[in-house]
C-alpha cells in the first residue's frame, strides 16, 4: 500500500498547527495567574483552541488513507517544532535531557506506526 | 534572608508544581486515548472524508462527538499543565498517548500487539521517563 501525497501533506500540516496551537495554548496559560476566570475571554487560548481543532480535523482525514508507518512519524514531528516554538517564545533551553528524550519518543512512535501496519 | 530552610521549602515546591504539570498531562493523554477510540469508532461511519462531511460528522456521529468532548476536556487540563510547566517538556509527554491507544485497541478492536509496537511503547515510555526526570537534581 501507498501512501498518497496527499495524505502525508494533511499529515504534516496537522503537526504544524498542533505545534502552533500548543504555542498559543502556553502563552495564554501565563494569564490564568489573574484567576480561573481568564480561561474565557483569552484571545491566545483561543486561538490555541481553534489550531488544535484545525490540527484534528486535518488528522483525522488524514491518516484515512496511507500507511501508519509513514504518517505516524509525520505527526510526531509535531513536537520537534513545538522544541523551537518554546526555544524562541518563551526562553525554554534545548537541553541534552529533552532531545534524548524527544529522540526516543520519535524513535518509539516510528515502531508503533510500524506495529500497525 | 534565604536560609537552608527556605530554599528547601521553595524546591519542595517547585518539585511539586513540577510533578503536577506531568501528572496533569499524563491525564491528558489517557482522555485523548479514550478519545482517539472514540473517534476512530465515529471516524469509520464517515462514508467520505471531505471538510465538510468531517465536520458535519462532529455533531451526527456519537461516537465522533463524544470522542471531541473529551480533547475538549484534555485541552483544558493541559492548559492548566501548561500554566507553571515547560512546553518543551510536556508536548512532547502527549506521546504517551499512543501507549494508551495500543493498549485501548487491543482491547476493543482486538489489534494484534506485535514485536514492533511493543517495543515502540517500551521506547515512548522511556523518552517519556527522560523528559520527566527532574533536570534540575
Known amino acids: ?24 495554548l502556553k502563552a495564554g496559560a501565563a494569564k490564568l495567574h ?5 480561561l ?17 480535523v486535518l488528522y483525522v482525514m488524514g491518516i484515512k488513507h496511507g500507511q501508519l508507518s509513514v504518517l505516524y512519524p509525520l505527526v510526531s514531528l509535531s ?14 533551553k534545548f537541553t541534552s535531557r529533552k532531545l534524548a528524550g524527544l529522540c526516543l519518543i520519535l524513535l518509539g512512535i516510528l515502531f508503533v506506526g510500524l506495529g500497525n501496519q | 534572608m534565604s536560609s537552608a530552610a527556605d530554599s528547601a521549602a521553595v ?7 513540577r510533578r503536577k504539570g506531568i501528572g496533569l498531562v499524563v491525564i491528558c493523554t489517557a482522555l485523548g486515548a ?9 471516524a469509520d461511519r464517515l462514508v467520505h472524508a471531505t471538510l465538510w462531511s468531517t465536520l458535519l460528522g462532529f455533531i451526527t456521529i456519537p461516537p465522533l462527538f463524544a470522542g471531541y468532548c473529551l480533547y475538549a476536556l484534555m ?13 518543551s517538556i510536556l508536548y512532547p509527554i502527549i506521546s504517551l498517548t499512543y501507549v494508551w491507544v495500543a493498549g485501548l485497541s487491543f482491547w476493543f478492536f482486538h489489534d494484534t ?8 511503547i517500551v521506547i515512548i515510555v522511556t523518552g517519556v521517563a527522560v523528559l520527566g526526570k527532574d533536570a534540575h537534581k
Not at chain 1, 1 to 19: D, I, N, Q
Not at chain 1, 40 to 56: D, E, Q
Open chain 1, 34 to 38: 489573574g484567576g480561573f476566570r481568564y
Open chain 1, 40 to 56: 474565557f475571554l483569552n484571545f491566545k487560548l483561543a486561538l490555541g483552541v481553534v489550531f488544535f481543532m484545525g490540527s484534528s
Open chain 2, 75 to 87: 485541552t483544558v487540563l493541559f492548559i492548566f499543565a501548561l500554566k507553571d510547566g515547560e512546553l
Open chain 1, 1 to 24: 500500500m501507498k501512501t498518497p501525497v496527499e495524505s502525508m501533506l494533511l499529515v504534516l500540516v496537522a503537526s504544524f498547527f498542533g505545534s502552533i496551537g500548543a504555542g498559543f
Open chain 1, 79 to 92: 513536537y520537534i517544532w513545538a522544541l523551537v516554538w518554546a526555544r524562541v517564545f518563551f526562553d525554554e
Open chain 2, 11 to 17: 524546591e519542595a515546591r517547585r518539585v511539586a508544581a
Open chain 2, 34 to 42: 479514550a478519545g482517539q477510540i472514540l473517534i476512530k469508532m465515529g
Open chain 2, 113 to 120: 500487539l506485535n514485536w514492533a509496537k511493543l517495543a515502540g
